[in-house]
């Protein structure tokens, strides 16, 4: 499949080759050169990729040129593809893009998910579409009402599917797959391919081709990378440090486990930081509320565990933090990607303790770039301490802060920060 380097090198209607001109894709991604022949040939698909890497072209592209070429039904638009998709994120994202595609071929498309009301989503399936792009509750539930008839389905996308087994959706997916016409062409998408996913593909896909591609495994040039080294009792202390004295924008913080979350979360907010927590065990409802306020600009920080925050897609975002380091390398790539989008400058700050030196080494080894791990800015007397490990400054009061919920400060670079002569309480002490 090496041979793809151009999309004119791939069998896809005058009208796609238009709209991917349109959209400014030159070429195909690597996932896209290799997954869309597979598809136009009608093989069932096993992929490894990530977000990211252009997946989302690399099926919806394939499957809207072969519904093209079949007219639909002129009566009922029925279901002929259904995409299933981990979060309501994703289901947006996913369902946008797809349209985005088949919009010139005229391609009804509809996302529907859960955690909103479920009236203006039959309204519109009532009309017919040609693409579904679902969560799997949701779409369970309105297969049960009656509102879903998956008899007419000629291709099935399983999306993240090893965020959906994740997130404990096994058993919809099961019933779904009940109501799934046969025979038709199953696609699945996963970032990683361990042994349940392989138990997936063996259940549900027709002897399938497998493809995989790198995950982006080079940072964008435009991310200034920084690492302090910290102490982990001293991690969410520094972390207010820096927001403050920084006056820092909008900030995602990723945090290894919920319980950490909430304490990250508190410990922000006792010190005046708008900040909120999402992650597993917070409602729907909640986390809708927290991304939207995000999204929106109005929340400053949010402090989210990596499934949680899955699938936030946000244009412009200053800062990016991995407040623990994550133990699969790959996924710094993916989380500092979430700042220094579309040309503008982000900061990627990762605060890592002994114990997660090892991590950092493996994160230069994958993305082959040196991260310099710097003191953590605890400034006296103008001059760095040289370890927060070795050499605890003594305790003082900081001021309150000031509190600007409706207008963010201007972005400053910390480093023109640290004359300040800050000496930090620490936090989490046992
Ligand atoms: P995805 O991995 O599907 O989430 O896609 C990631 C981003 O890459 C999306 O913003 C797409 O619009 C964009 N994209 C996908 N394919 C291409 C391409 N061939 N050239 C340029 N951008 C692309």
Redesign the pocket.
Known sequence: MSDVAFFSDLALCPELQSTLQM???????PI?AKAIPLVLRGEDLLAEAQ???????SFALPIIEMLSKTAPSPEYRHVRALVLAPTRELAI?VGD?TLEYGQALGMRVISIYGGVRVDNQIRKLKRGADILVATPGRLLDLIQQKVISLAHLEFLVLDEADRMLDLGFIEPIQKIMEYAAEPRQTLLFSATADESIEVLADFYLNNPKKVKVNPRNSTASQIKQFAYAVDNSDKADVLSYLIKEGKWGQALVFVRTKKRVDEVTDYLKKEGIDAAAIHGDKTQRERIRMLGEFISGELQILVATDVAARGLDIESLPHVVNYDLPNVPEAYVHRIGRTGRAGEKGEAISLVSPAEREFLKRIEGLIKQKIKLRPVPYIENGAFIESSESLRPPKKKRSKPQRNKDKYPPQEKYESTLSVKAVRPSLFKK
């Open positions: 959209l400014g894709y030159k070429k195909p991604t896209q977000t990211g890497t252009g997946k989302t072209a994202q893009s």
